[in-house]
């Protein structure tokens, strides 16, 4: 099985382009995270003049399923990664999404500001020292984090990455039932979790376009 592993790895990486690739995707995930965290700091000194949005699917006080959402998110990467360890390419199609997603994330901060409800902060200390504020007195950044959903847009990637239809109708689930949890804490509207996935078709359909044409179309592979 490692072997298997770093015949791939090896394989994959002879050929220049996919070691060019594989670097300058590492790089520019890492500091999209890195300038990501800054962007938020900046979202919170805007003035959110949407308002707070009136959901029809919140319950009356919020519930605390932090670790749910933890698990259901960072189990499905992690069992992704596993997964495609024979499969190079689709690793990093996976950043390459997730930078997209970010970038998304950028422009509909900017446009859709929502004000933010009444929420039970997620409770990630993944996400809490790398994006949010790392002090839980002060949860500041993740306050007007809202849409759209990147937790639901990536989960939602992954299960398109599955080329077997049970993995990613088991992983289509997942990603639903992170987005009901989202809902239920109040830290996303519901809009942010419904629209998330169309934003992700989009964002997959530039990737096939402009990024990776010269390779087996996501939906195919």
């Known amino acids: 099985m490692v072997r298997e592993v770093l015949n791939s790895w090896k394989y994959y ?12 995707t590492v790089f520019i995930f890492i500091t999209i995270t890195f300038l990501f965290k800054e962007y938020l ?3 919170e000194s805007w003035d959110h003049n949407l308002g ?3 959901d029809p699917f919140f319950l009356k006080d ?3 399923l932090s670790v749910p959402i933890f698990i259901l998110t960072y189990g ?10 024979n499969y190079p390419e689709k690793i990093v199609q996976l950043i390459q999404l997730a930078i997209l997603v970010d970038l998304f994330r950028v422009i509909s901060l900017f446009f859709v500001r929502l004000d933010a409800p009444e929420m039970i902060p997620l409770n990630d200390p993944i996400l809490n ?15 007007h984090d809202l849409f759209f959903s990147g937790h639901t ?25 992170t987005g009901v949890f989202l809902v239920l804490q109040k830290v996303h509207y519901s809009i942010d979790v ?17 990024f990776f044409n010269s390779n087996k179309k996501l939906l195919n592979s």
């Open 13 to 24: 990486l002879s050929d220049k382009s996919n070691f060019n690739r594989l670097i300058s």
């Open 41 to 43: 700091i900046l979202v």
């Open 52 to 54: 707070v949005y009136n």
């Open 62 to 64: 919020p519930l605390d």
């Open 76 to 85: 499905s990467i992690l069992f992704f990664i596993i997964f495609h360890l």
């Open 129 to 143: 020292h790398l994006i949010y504020e790392s002090d839980p007195k002060t949860t500041l950044y993740n306050q």
């Open 153 to 177: 847009a990536n989960l939602f990637i992954i299960s398109i990455l599955f080329k077997k239809n049970l993995l990613r109708n088991i992983f289509l689930f997942i990603t639903f039932l």
């Open 194 to 210: 419904i629209f998330a996935p169309f934003i992700a078709w989009v964002i997959i359909y530039i990737h096939n376009k402009f």
